[in-house]
């Protein structure tokens, strides 16, 4: 008996070691196969450029895909003194960016222009939510070239693109305000979309609606632009905003508004024409959809619009044409956003259930029960989603990023604040598979790849010298007034050209600088001690800025981004005399600082130049 | 026509044209420029290509090209006149008088670009040792870029090589030679 007992008891415990084994072993070869499929060897490229808004970093991050690599980070609505962006309170940018709000922002939409339903790698709009602002940035050089301040407008939350050829690039406004734009006004607050040109960067019209504007999107034929809508009992707290049972999916008549506009129906405020649609029928529908709902995203195929439930656990789907609801099929718990692959399914972010769940669109129409195909745990608390191409008329199906609220245990620990993690899963299968996770700084909300295929070939490699540049030879130090003196300046390795500035306490110094390198990546900076100026100037580039110098002295300006052998050596000086007196400061061993200079107690170099 | 006659046509017109290409070329290769070979041509017009990036890299190492290279200026009509030789040549007779002198235009010819070749090296060794002794990098050690072919100076390999019109003198060479060869009317 106990025999009996003894072996029961051993083979239990050796099939649970095998088992065990067996189990790592594919846990193991899944790893190895995840692991291949993203590791990208060095000097080799990424398939994608992600795009990923930068949240409260105010900024956009590049990252490569598959490797979750970051490339770039482009400052928009924040300074940062590693790319010299509007770090002095003199910079241009700078002053652009505190005259419309701030040198902060909060960015969560990245939307790239598109040409007939597809990205064409020229422009990049993102959104500031925090001070109502639009920023477009430039894919051939990856910097922002335009700042928007959309009058009108408080909360620039969701933005898109009217597609299919970027008629215009819609922002919603988050916070209603007063009508007028006075807070003493009894009428209730709302709020408004505004069309923004995106050529000019200008606002064209603004469309008013009630209740918060949240999450936008155009059908892919540029008829609608639709926009989640929450809050239509216009509560002033969170409990006031969840009353209603339904509120509601807007669809904006993009030809209808602009035909409205044109006839002067519009109200202008602050230089812009404000529709009401309660006096211009036809140009707001909206469609209820359960209370509070979030994302809006309409399929490849251009048939239905996607708005997804928050709080309740369903999407809505919303025929394009007939703006009608086809159908609303539950997929889990705090659906957030929806993006596609190229094969009829959808994806959806579970921001409770912290999963992406994958379902079959035409089936869940239909209302077969099987429409759900796949479900992903995510790490945590998912916000976003996006698969390649899921915004455009041509989904990739490759790859989808999941952009996650939370990471908990996910990284090392870095104190009680956790870094932002994204996750990359593949799509393309039938089941989905969990590749790779990332951290990012503070913190991405939405993402867009873009081929590497479309992108590399556009993107420049020296910026072209411009008439404002300055040009080797055209050098100066040119006194302008009294008290102001102008600086043309050039650089090159290893080099400032004029090295030495002398200025008079209390002058008003521009400098205008070229870095007139022809090679890429020949990047040079400009650091002024104390007075508050880094400059970087990529090769070609060209910058201007104004200092003061309120203090006498010997000020040492350098290179700041490592250029050459010489880097070290790369610097000049601004020499300030003092206003009155006879004293002045004396060139330092003027004279003296001649080439092969033996100097005491150093050997000379002489002997060991190749002979 | 002759074929004697044919050859030396072709020759005397490659000649004429030339003079006018870049005659060598330079490709200087190293880590950190990737798929963006810098390129050096040498015409009659002088040193053209990435110029200035090859001589802001020049300025390390104490080395820099020739502020003046008469012989490019000469090499037009030089090449000419010689290039008129050879077309007189092709019209002179059969007899020994005419074979007199086209051996005679296949000899300046010859000796012209044997001049040359040797103008040019003696260039490149001007470049690797008459050079700035106080530039910053001292690990370079004087040297002699090869007339064809790969040189390593410092991080960067310089690859030398007769451009289009260096080739068609050559060529044009050949051809005149064969031309000086045949006796006979054919």
Same mark, same amino acid.
């Given at each position: 008996m106990t025999r009996i007992v003894t072996l029961i008891v051993l083979s239990i415990?050796?099939?649970?070691?095998?088992?065990?084994?067996?189990?790592?072993g594919e846990t193991g070869s899944a790893q190895v196969r995840a692991a291949q499929e993203v590791y990208v060897p060095p000097g080799e490229h990424d398939r994608y450029y992600?795009?990923?808004? +930068?949240?409260?970093?105010?900024s956009v991050f590049v990252v490569g895909i598959p490797s979750g690599r970051l490339i770039r980070e482009i400052p928009v609505f924040e300074p940062r003194a590693a790319y010299g962006y509007a770090v002095h309170p003199n910079d241009p940018r700078r002053r652009e960016l505190e005259s419309t709000g701030g040198a902060w922002g909060d960015t969560h939409h990245p939307a790239p222009s598109e040409t007939n339903g597809v990205y064409d790698g020229r422009y990049l709009w993102i959104n500031d939510l925090a001070n109502g602002r639009l920023a477009r940035v430039r894919l051939d050089v990856?910097?922002?070239?335009?700042?928007?301040?959309?009058?009108?407008?408080?909360?620039?939350?969701?933005?898109?693109?009217?597609?299919?050829?970027?008629? $215009?690039?819609?922002?919603?406004?988050?916070f209603e305000q007063p009508t007028d734009g006075l807070a003493t006004n009894p009428a209730p607050y709302t709020s408004v979309v505004a069309f923004v040109d995106p050529e000019s960067m200008q606002v064209k019209f603004e469309v008013r609606v009630n209740g918060n504007i949240d999450i936008a999107d155009s059908s892919k034929d540029g008829r609608y632009f639709f926009a989640t809508v929450y809050n239509l009992e216009q509560g002033k707290d969170m409990g006031g905003m969840i009353q209603f049972d339904r509120d509601a999916l807007a669809a904006i008549d993009i030809a209808a508004a602009e035909k409205a506009v044109a006839e002067g129906k519009g109200v202008v405020r602050n230089g812009v024409p404000i529709l009401d649609p309660e006096n211009v029928p036809g140009v707001l529908t909206l469609i209820p959809v359960p209370k509070n709902p979030h994302g809006v995203n309409v399929t490849p195929d251009g048939r239905y619009a996607i708005a997804s439930g928050k709080l309740s656990p369903t999407v809505t789907i919303v025929d394009v044409k007939t703006l009608k609801i086809v159908a609303e099929p539950e997929v889990g718990l705090g659906p957030?956003?929806?993006?596609?692959?190229?094969? +009829?399914?959808?994806?959806?972010? =579970?921001?409770?259930? %912290?999963?992406?769940?994958?379902?079959?669109?035409?089936?869940?129409?239909? /209302?077969?029960?099987? $429409?759900?195909?796949?479900?992903?745990?995510?790490?945590?608390?998912? +916000?976003? =989603?996006?698969?390649?191409? /899921?915004?455009?008329?041509?989904?990739? +199906?490759?790859? =989808? !990023?999941?952009?996650? @609220?939370?990471?908990?245990?996910?990284?090392l620990p870095v104190g009680p604040d956790m870094p932002e993690a994204q996750e990359l899963i593949d799509i393309s299968g039938e089941k989905m598979r969990m590749l790779a996770a990332f951290p990012t700084p503070p913190e991405p909300h939405d993402a867009v790849f873009m081929?590497? %295929? !479309? =992108? @590399?070939? @556009?993107?420049?490699?020296?910026?072209? !010298?411009?008439?404002?540049?300055?040009?080797?030879?055209?050098?100066?130090?040119?006194?302008?007034?009294?008290?102001?003196?102008?600086?043309?300046?050039?650089?090159?390795?290893?080099?400032?050209?004029?090295?030495?500035?002398?200025?008079?306490?209390?002058?008003?110094?521009t400098f205008r600088m070229t870095n007139v390198e022809t090679i890429r990546d020949m990047t040079h900076g400009f650091a002024l001690p104390d007075h508050g100026l880094n400059v970087s100037l990529p090769p070609g580039a060209t910058k201007e800025i104004t200092i003061e110098t309120p203090k006498p002295g010997v000020y040492w300006f350098y290179c700041t981004n490592f250029c050459s052998a010489l880097h070290l050596e790369m610097r000049g000086r601004l020499v300030v005399q003092p206003k009155d007196g006879p004293v002045k400061i004396t060139d330092w061993r003027a004279g003296q600082n001649v080439a092969g200079l033996q100097v005491p107690g150093v050997p000379s170099t002489e002997k060991s130049n190749g002979r | 026509? &002759?074929?004697?006659?044919?050859?030396?046509? *072709? &020759?005397?017109?490659?000649?004429?044209?030339?003079?006018?290409?870049?005659?060598? #070329?330079?490709?200087?290769?190293?880590?950190?420029?990737?798929?963006?070979?810098?390129?050096l041509l040498v015409s009659h017009r002088g040193i053209a290509g990435d110029?200035?990036?090859?001589?802001?890299?020049?300025?390390?190492?104490?080395?820099?090209?020739?502020?003046?290279?008469?012989?490019?200026?000469?090499?037009?009509?030089?090449?000419? *006149?010689?290039? &008129?030789?050879? *077309?007189i040549g092709a019209f002179a007779g059969a007899g020994l008088a005419g074979r007199l002198l086209r051996w005679a235009g296949v000899g300046v010819f010859v000796v012209l670009l044997l001049a040359s070749a040797a103008t040019v090296q003696r260039r490149l060794w001007d470049v690797g040792h008459v050079r700035d002794r106080h530039a910053p990098i001292t690990a370079v050690k004087d040297f002699?870029?090869?007339?064809?072919?790969?040189?390593?100076?410092?991080?960067?390999?310089?690859?030398?090589?007769?451009?289009?019109? #260096?080739i068609a003198l050559v060529a044009a060479m050949t051809l005149a030679i064969a031309g000086a060869r045949k006796k006979a009317l054919v």
């Open positions: 415990l050796a099939t649970a070691a095998l088992m065990q084994t067996m189990g790592c992600a795009f990923l808004s +930068g949240g409260q970093s105010g990856f910097e922002t070239d335009r700042i928007l301040k959309i009058p009108n407008l408080q909360g620039a939350h969701g933005i898109a693109v009217v597609s299919p050829n970027t008629k $215009y690039i819609g922002v919603n406004g988050e957030l956003h929806t993006t596609f692959d190229d094969r +009829g399914n959808a994806f959806t972010s =579970l921001f409770l259930d %912290s999963q992406v769940v994958k379902w079959n669109i035409d089936k869940a129409v239909a /209302g077969t029960s099987d $429409y759900i195909v796949d479900r992903i745990n995510v790490h945590y608390n998912i +916000g976003h =989603l996006q698969a390649a191409g /899921g915004e455009t008329m041509k989904p990739h +199906g490759d790859f =989808l !990023l999941a952009l996650n @609220k939370l990471s908990k245990d996910q990284y081929a590497a %295929s !479309l =992108l @590399k070939s @556009k993107v420049k490699q020296v910026f072209d !010298l411009g008439a404002d540049s300055v040009k080797e030879g055209g050098e100066s130090v040119v006194r302008t007034g009294p008290d102001a003196v102008t600086v043309n300046m050039t650089m090159i390795r290893s080099a400032y050209t004029p090295e030495t500035i002398e200025v008079r306490e209390g002058d008003h110094v | 026509m &002759a074929a004697r006659r044919r050859l030396f046509l *072709a &020759a005397a017109a490659i000649v004429a044209i030339a003079a006018w290409l870049p005659y060598w #070329g330079f490709l200087m290769s190293a880590p950190q420029y990737p798929d963006e070979s810098l390129t110029v200035q990036e090859v001589e802001t890299l020049q300025q390390y190492i104490g080395v820099r090209f020739p502020e003046h290279l008469p012989e490019l200026e000469w090499l037009p009509p030089t090449m000419m *006149a010689l290039a &008129a030789l050879l *077309a002699t870029p090869r007339l064809f072919g790969p040189t390593k100076v410092g991080n960067f390999t310089v690859w030398s090589f007769p451009h289009v019109g #260096g």
